[in-house]
């Protein structure tokens, strides 16, 4: 399953990419200009790439019929909650598996953390010793598991209780 979310949905993006789905932001598709895409492309763009439009937005989930869904609420778990009733998805968390939070590239286990030594600081650096870092070559951004990830899977384990 490969998503494409609208311009509101910026902290949905990230936790999607984390939990492993590919995720493209429709404001990463903005050009040089900073004009929102059209719908009509955002709609061609996800059939092309057969991406299920995830959005706030009524009018573009009607565009794009059966392969959008439409979010109520404001809330970002209440928001993973949807999807999961929706489309039965697993929000399974494994570093291994995820995509890049902020360009939705693979990630790539670390061999030698002497590495990344330069790009997370020394407590992190000391104390951890499995490290993930971004594939992309222009982003390398660096992955670790951490307290912030244990928060959000305590959140996610709540959704599924309910
Ligand atoms: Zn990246």
Not at 105 to 116: A, G, M, W, Y
Not at 117 to 129: A, D, F, H, S
Request: charged share 35%; proline share 1%.
């Amino acid at each position: 399953m490969k998503f494409l979310t609208d311009c509101m949905l910026g902290r949905l993006t990230r936790f999607l990419r984390i939990f492993g789905y590919d995720t493209i932001f429709a404001k990463d598709l903005e050009k040089e200009d900073k004009v929102a895409v059209p719908d009509d492309d955002l709609v061609e763009f996800a059939q092309t790439e057969k991406r299920i439009i995830i959005t706030k937005d009524k009018l573009l989930s009607k565009k794009a019929s059966a392969s959008s869904l439409f979010l109520e609420g404001e809330d970002v778990y209440d928001y993973l909650r949807q999807m999961k009733v929706r489309f039965k998805s697993e929000f399974q968390f494994e570093l291994k598996n995820a995509r890049c939070s902020v360009c939705n590239s693979t990630l790539n286990q670390v061999n030698n953390k002497e590495e990344i030594r330069k790009l997370v600081n020394e407590g992190t650096y000391e104390n951890i010793e499995e490290f993930y870092q971004c594939s992309n070559t222009n982003c390398k951004k660096v992955y670790w598991y951490g307290t912030h990830i244990e928060d959000i899977l305590s959140k996610i384990k709540q959704i599924e209780i309910e």
